[in-house]
């Protein structure tokens, strides 16, 4: 028993750095901005910075895409968790059998994750999406037919597949290697059983797949929210404010004109929309955090 | 032995000692730039200059235009001192000069004849009459056109176009169906992307962004005519993806011959006739920009100079290194290394004195006239209280200025009207100057 | 006979789809590295030239612009230094809350995970102004000590996930003889999950090695890793896709190919509920 009392007591020792760490990293930051975003505080004015209470909030709570930009946020991210959780398991159990080259194929499908988010988007941008010379254009024209104009016509169609590009890895790895410790006999059962392969899917692979999965849409929820460099160097949020999510609405707002004060407004309204966003999702799929 | 031994090892030690004095004496001058043709070329031809000063050591930070300006924002603003020499343009330079951040350059050696520097770009550089940074290249905007098919299609062009002309030769020369586009022009939302066009055009039209009292005038007549004007001629006779395209995008579809014309950077000039990069490069013609009301304005005035922040900690080295950069003695350095056409243009007299460059580079008269042409500060039909001709040279039009083009370019791409991208435009600037105090 | 024909229907039709898709997938890293070897008129031409002379030229470019040396090396140390101490900050942390959980335990993690929330654009300045009063703006030690604080929250997470997995039992046998804390640690809890730690760990490594925004603004020269260099060839002056392709195509390959080579461990280690 006193074992196990030392052993809570180093427990909550060991749990200290990082406990410590990440609330400096979170409360320094945040006590900052915080602080800036009540100032008018613009980095090419110098001197001034006087108080100014919640103006910057009033601001960026009025700007005409504040509305539009929450909203691409949540389609973004939406989508891209759609098609890479659903394409990412269905792939997952097409390659869990064995056949010839499957080591290979797994390399394969991996790669697009290890690709810098920046070069993805010049990519896709230049040598794949380009209207005039690019690979699909050509294509479309082989076929007979009009080129599609990516980011004038689909824009947020377009960074949908480009970040689901990057994703979609993700998922099948993580799906992939969980498949693997499926319980070989609990499906020979089942198949005995006479059980179909959609109903032994359904019934058995995905519960098993539980777990991974809410690990794959929470990682990736935290990183979709705040997707930047794709849009930044792809369509600059537009056309329009077509594909201007928070993180872009933040820049063009704020840091574009280089106001602090703006942009830690923005930050903090980002920061508190990102929670709501993590407890909905918590709520939805993160019961098996719970559960054991 | 010992004895022989010891006068040698006394040298040894001092020449290690004098090794380590100039090691330490060599300064190092970090130089921030654009990842333009030109600053590559800088780069490439300074070991020239580190021959000659090898007390000073240069280090290369090269950055894409908007990532380079963010970082280098940040930095003069915090005073961090991370760079020596900042490449900055015309937009940014009074700014940061008014609020005491850079280094003014006055006492520049009688060697470098600042009085050869076009007067346009000097005062563009300038903040209440002192000079702020030193110019490296500067371009004004022209139209660039294909010979061959104004010629096959019986065209001719003239020296000073109407956007009215433009829409003709562009309706008569769009070919779709083979790839040939009748005009190509900026898309791509930004202050100085999209908008540097936009705004020389709705200066030609007759218009501006503020009243004297710095109301927006984005839903005026003027504006309304000339973005309507912009979404035909380009929606209707551009290229696909317009809306997409940059500087950069549209130089590549030039050089490729897909665009019978092109409004843009007289910089490009050296680009679409080098044969390297160019499959037209005998075939282009060179006209002005286009006017309509006025030519007022009608072409853009930019420079990309070299300035030393305050925080700088090198100022020396650094002042050694801009004056040598944007010398007539470097401009005959990249004229023997490169040829003559590829001296950095639109700064200096004495390259357009120059016969030699004037055979060999066939834009250089009409870049010539446009920068002579072009005043930052009589840049509208009607009186405006702001400085810069495609841009407002207020620390706010960075950010306003892309808003508004991301409205244009969404009235390019057909999903707002004109009119709603405009009242929307206007609506943001409004809100844009009553918060900066600019308005009651 | 029916049987077993549908069976090797299904198969070939199994290993045809998976190749099919693969190859769909990689096609666009496959499409760049070709882009890479052409000349810059040849790789904006339409139709796409499939067979050319491949030519070195684009690469020999970058090498002899930057310093991509400087740049790789300085990839290497930002992203392990991090990932190392990353590890070492989270792994006790995820230990006590899998084996010790308190009723704050779960609110602690998502907490953690929700510090990742802060959007990078917002708290630029703050974090800015910090860096240069510590003189860490430009160091590698900056960057190490940013892609850890960014990454510490799922790495933690995580490693928890998996130290869940592992069976209580077997710990509990292990106490019961009496083992200490660290023994425990080190002989039962980190054999166990020995895959799950390494595959974390690359996971970490590659986040820090493709982070772009805090690499790019708090570095200047002596501490720029890759992302920087791509930034310096996103978009120059006149046709560039082949240069673009060259300097993309080095400053992926290295995480690629390490990729590449772990991946049996990767694949082994992520297998959550291996241990039932």
């Known amino acids: 028993m006193s074992q196990i009392n030392t052993n809570a007591g180093i427990a909550k020792i060991l749990v200290a750095p990082s406990v410590i760490l990440l609330a400096l990293w979170m409360i320094v930051p945040l006590a900052m901005t915080i602080y800036f975003s009540t100032l008018n505080f613009n980095l090419m004015i110098p001197g001034g910075r006087d108080f100014i209470g919640f103006e910057n909030y009033y601001w960026f709570f009025t700007d005409p895409s504040f509305i539009a930009g929450i909203l691409n946020t949540l389609i973004l991210v939406g ?30 499908l991996i790669s697009p994750f290890f690709i810098m988010p920046t070069v993805n988007a010049l990519i896709w941008k230049n040598l794949l999406m380009h209207p005039v010379s690019g690979l699909f254009a050509w294509l479309f024209r082989q076929v007979g037919l009009e080129p599609i104009d990516w980011f004038t016509d689909l824009p947020m169609t377009s960074i949908v597949i480009i970040v ?36 032994t899917f359904w019934h058995i692979t995905l519960p098993h797949l539980s777990r991974p999965l809410v690990v794959v849409i929470m990682i990736e929820t935290i990183f979709l929210l705040s997707i930047f460099a794709e849009i930044f160097t792809t369509t600059s949020g537009g056309p329009g404010n077509q594909t201007t999510n928070l993180a872009y609405l933040i820049y063009t707002q704020a840091l574009l004109q280089f106001d602090v004060g703006m942009a830690s407004a923005g930050g903090i309204i980002a920061v508190i929309l990102a929670n709501i966003v993590a407890v909905f999702l918590i709520r939805a799929v993160g019961k098996s955090l719970a559960e054991q | 032995m010992q004895i022989t031994k010891a006068p040698s090892v006394r040298l040894a030690t001092l020449a290690c000692a004098v090794s380590l004095s100039t090691a330490a004496l060599a300064e190092t001058v970090t130089i921030g ?39 280098l924002t940040t930095d003069i603003a ?17 700014i940061w000069g008014d609020n005491g951040w850079l280094e003014p350059m006055d006492n520049l050696p009688a060697s470098y004849d600042v009085d050869d520097i076009f007067p346009s770009v000097r005062g563009g550089l300038s903040n209440d009459g002192t000079l702020y940074a030193l110019p490296f290249y500067a371009e004004s905007s022209m139209t660039y056109y294909r010979k061959d098919l104004f010629e096959d299609a019986g065209l001719d062009m ?198 030699e460059y004037l055979d060999t580079a066939e834009f250089a008269s009409m870049t010539l006239s446009q920068m002579q042409k072009a005043d930052p500060n009589d840049q509208t039909l009607n009186d405006s209280p702001y400085t810069g001709v495609q841009f407002v040279a207020i620390p706010g039009f960075s950010g306003f200025g892309t808003v508004v083009g991301q409205q244009v370019s969404g009235a390019l791409s057909g999903n707002v009207s004109v009119d709603q991208a405009l009242r929307n435009a206007n609506q943001v600037v409004n809100r844009e100057m009553r918060r900066a105090g600019y308005q009651d | 006979m029916d049987m077993h024909r549908a069976k090797i229907v299904k198969n070939v039709s199994v290993t045809i789809a998976a190749w099919l898709i693969a190859l769909l997938i990689f096609f666009p890293i ?38 991509y040396l400087k740049f790789f090396w300085n990839s290497v140390v930002i992203s392990f230094g991090s990932s190392i101490l990353g590890m070492l900050i989270a792994v006790p942390g995820a230990y006590a809350m899998a084996f010790y959980p308190t009723e704050r335990t779960k609110g602690l993690l998502l907490w953690m995970l929700s510090t990742k929330m802060l959007p990078p654009v917002g708290v630029l300045v703050p974090i800015y102004l910090l860096f240069r009063d ?10 190490i000590i940013i892609f850890t604080l960014i990454n510490l929250p799922i790495i933690v997470w995580m490693v928890y996930t998996y130290f869940r997995e592992v069976p209580k039992d077997i710990l509990e046998a292990v106490r019961m003889d009496g083992a200490h804390v660290w023994g425990e640690i080190r002989h039962v809890l980190l054999p166990i999950s020995l895959g799950g730690l390494s595959s974390t760990f690359l996971l970490s490594l590659i986040l820090s090695w493709n982070e772009a925004f805090w690499s790019l603004n708090l570095t200047t020269s002596s501490a720029a890793p890759l992302t920087a260099l791509i930034a310096s060839y996103s978009s120059p002056e006149g046709l560039f896709w082949a240069k673009l392709s060259a300097a993309s195509t080095l400053a992926v390959a290295p995480i690629l190919i390490f990729g590449w080579i772990s991946q049996k461990q990767l694949v082994r280690g992520l297998t959550f509920g291996a241990v039932k």
């Not at chain 2, 039209?205 to 973005?227: C, K, R, T, V, Y």
Request: charged fraction near 15%.
């Open chain 1, 79 to 108: 989508s891209v968790l759609i098609i890479t959780v659903g394409l990412g398991t269905l792939i997952a159990v097409l390659v869990d059998n064995p056949f010839p080259g499957r080591g290979l194929v797994r390399v394969l």
């Open chain 1, 164 to 199: 689901s590009w990057q994703w979609l890895p993700f998922a099948i790895l993580i799906l992939m290697t969980a498949m693997q410790s499926m319980d070989q006999e609990q499906l020979e059962a089942a198949r005995m059983d006479g059980a179909g392969p959609l109903s």
């Open chain 2, 33 to 71: 730039t654009v990842n333009n043709g030109d600053m590559i070329r800088m780069q490439a031809l300074s070991s020239a200059f580190e021959e000659a000063h090898p007390d000073i050591d240069l280090e290369w930070v090269i950055l894409e235009e908007n990532v380079l300006r963010q970082r």
């Open chain 2, 78 to 94: 915090a005073n961090s001192g991370q760079f020596d020499v900042m490449t900055i343009g015309m937009y940014e330079t009074p």
């Open chain 2, 158 to 355: 003239p020296t000073e176009p109407t956007w009215d002309q433009m829409r003709e030769f562009a309706v008569a020369l769009h070919d779709p169906a083979n790839e040939q586009y009748g005009i190509c022009l900026r898309g791509k939302a930004g202050w100085g992307e999209n908008m540097a066009l936009v705004t020389t055009m709705v200066n030609a039209f007759g218009g501006s962004w503020f009243d004297m009292d710095w109301n927006a005038q984005l839903d005026g007549e003027a504006w309304h005519e000339a973005i309507n004007f912009y979404v035909d001629i380009l929606g209707n006779y551009g290229p696909p993806g317009a809306s997409s395209n940059g500087f950069n995008e549209n130089l590549a579809l030039f050089n490729t011959g897909k665009c019978a014309m092109w409004i843009d950077a007289t910089v490009a000039g050296s680009f679409v006739t080098d044969e390297s990069q160019s499959q037209v490069a005998d075939q282009v013609g060179f006209a002005a920009a286009p006017m309509q009301e006025t030519s007022k304005g009608s072409g853009w005035l930019w420079a990309w100079a070299l300035a030393i922040p305050v925080s700088s900690d090198a100022k020396d080295a650094a002042q050694e290194f801009v004056t040598w950069a944007t010398s007539k003695e470097y401009s005959e350095l990249v004229a023997q290394e490169y040829g003559i056409a590829a001296i950095p243009p639109g700064t200096r007299n004495s390259t357009y004195e120059n016969q």
């Open chain 3, 30 to 67: 496959f499409w760049m590295v070709l882009t890479s070897l052409k000349t810059e008129l040849n790789a904006f031409s339409t139709p796409p030239s499939l067979f050319f002379v491949p030519t070195l030229e684009n690469y020999l470019v970058v090498f002899e612009r930057s310093d």
């Open chain 3, 134 to 143: 510590t003189n860490l703006l430009d160091s590698k030690i900056g960057l």
